[in-house]
């Protein structure tokens, strides 16, 4: 089969492959029929996230059952389905606590406690290194999902690909945010990244009655989608002061009740912080959350759902103790809240393909990947179809 694999920084191509096959009982063949690159993706394409070995990459794809391993009992041949990007086992003690994205099974060689980039991690996602499972992702034709029973969901034939493909992380993942952030009705939202998952938090935290959605973004068009399909105001970052004011001017001076990091440590970023970077040994910057962490108000809630995998020096741990504020982030738990997400899709509350941007074959992924990364032809989100 035909599949996209990192090589290295920068390096992906569309190779051929070995059909998977299922290994396991609980196993499913799926035929992918949509698959997007994701921000997350980002971080492996640029070298952020090492992986030393070829492996096909991709967490957001959905298709159509080709094959069932015995112990699938809830799925069928032929079944249209869109599958979350955690891989969990569904009878675990954090998978029971619905915690996907820390199965204590579906990751062995790299699971533990501790957590860190190089250290142990929580459990698998597809396509996503082999510290994260090394389990091969959804850019390709043909996909192998562990766990079958627990994760895809039978999407109805109501739905287009469009419609529901972003069941499987971004949708999940900004309204995560916004369930972390406790929004409940009447709050002011500011969000940090108009990027897919920046969005995505800005519709649900309309569905969870916000009175107030903020976007930033250091880019005008991506504030210019954000504005249209989510409805939200928008910031330009030209820098954090200026912004973390103009978040106070909307809030009574206050600042917002909810700060959404959805950037991660890859922001765009100047020379001097690139400077700082090298010299602290860090692995991108903490920018971001640093300016959520001013702009929120006191005894608010930052909620980070941007990918940060090292630890920074000189975090403003005395800030977060004045202002009072809490932090909640992390992989979103797809599994908890998909059924809820799919029935909004359902009957018309919510809708999702208004940021797609580029429909390509998935001969073209690293095109799709160079425009993505690059900013490049007003490129928000990339829909590949194999």
């Known amino acids: 089969m ?7 920084p920068f390096d992906v191509r569309v190779d051929t492959v070995d059909d998977p096959k299922i290994e396991e009982a609980r196993d499913a063949i799926i035929r992918v029929t949509s698959t997007a690159i994701c921000g997350s993706d980002l971080h492996l394409y640029s070298g952020g996230l090492p992986q030393p070995r070829p492996m096909v990459i991709g967490h957001e794809f959905m298709g159509i059952v080709e094959e069932v391993g015995r112990g699938v009992g809830n799925l069928r041949v032929g079944d249209r389905v869109v599958v979350p990007f955690p891989v969990a086992c569904g009878t675990c003690f954090f998978c029971n606590h619905a915690l996907p994205g820390h199965c204590e099974n ?3 060689d790299h699971y533990g406690p501790e957590g860190g980039l190089l250290t142990q991690k929580g459990g698998a996602m597809f396509g996503y290194t082999d510290l994260y499972g090394g389990i091969d992702g959804g850019q390709a034709e043909y996909v192998r999902v562990p766990y079958a029973d627990f994760g895809p969901r039978i999407i109805p034939d109501s739905l287009t690909d469009d419609q529901a ?3 499987t992380d971004i949708f999940p993942t900004g309204y995560s945010a916004i369930d972390w952030g406790e929004v409940n009705g009447g709050e002011i939202v500011a969000i940090f990244g108009a990027g897919p998952v920046g969005i995505m938090a800005a519709k649900s935290a309309w569905l969870r009655g916000a009175a107030r959605v903020i976007i930033v973004d250091t880019q005008q068009y991506r ?3 954000a504005r249209q399909s989510a409805n939200c105001e928008t910031i330009l970052w030209e820098n954090m002061k200026d912004v973390v004011e103009q978040i106070r001017s909307m809030s009574e001076g206050r600042g ?5 990091e959805a950037v991660g440590f890859e ?6 912080d690139r400077a700082k970077a090298v010299i602290n040994f860090e692995k991108g910057s903490v920018k971001t959350i640093e300016a959520c962490m001013s702009a929120v108000r006191r005894g608010g809630i930052v909620s980070v759902v941007g990918v940060f995998p090292t630890p920074y020096d000189n975090f403003p741990i005395g800030q977060f103790f004045d202002k009072g504020f809490s932090i909640r982030g992390g992989q979103a738990p797809v599994h908890k809240h998909i059924d809820r997400l799919l029935d909004h899709v359902i009957k018309g509350q919510v809708k999702l393909d208004d940021i797609i941007t580029h429909h390509l074959p998935l001969s073209e992924a690293p095109h799709g990947y160079d425009i993505f990364k690059n900013k490049k032809d007003n490129c928000v989100k990339v829909v590949l179809k194999p």
């Open 2 to 8: 035909k599949a996209l694999q990192i090589h290295g």
């Open 106 to 108: 579906s990751n062995p």
């Open 165 to 167: 493909l972003f069941l």
């Open 223 to 225: 504030l210019d989608k």
């Open 256 to 260: 917002a009740d909810v700060c959404v």
């Open 267 to 272: 922001p765009d970023r100047d020379l001097l």
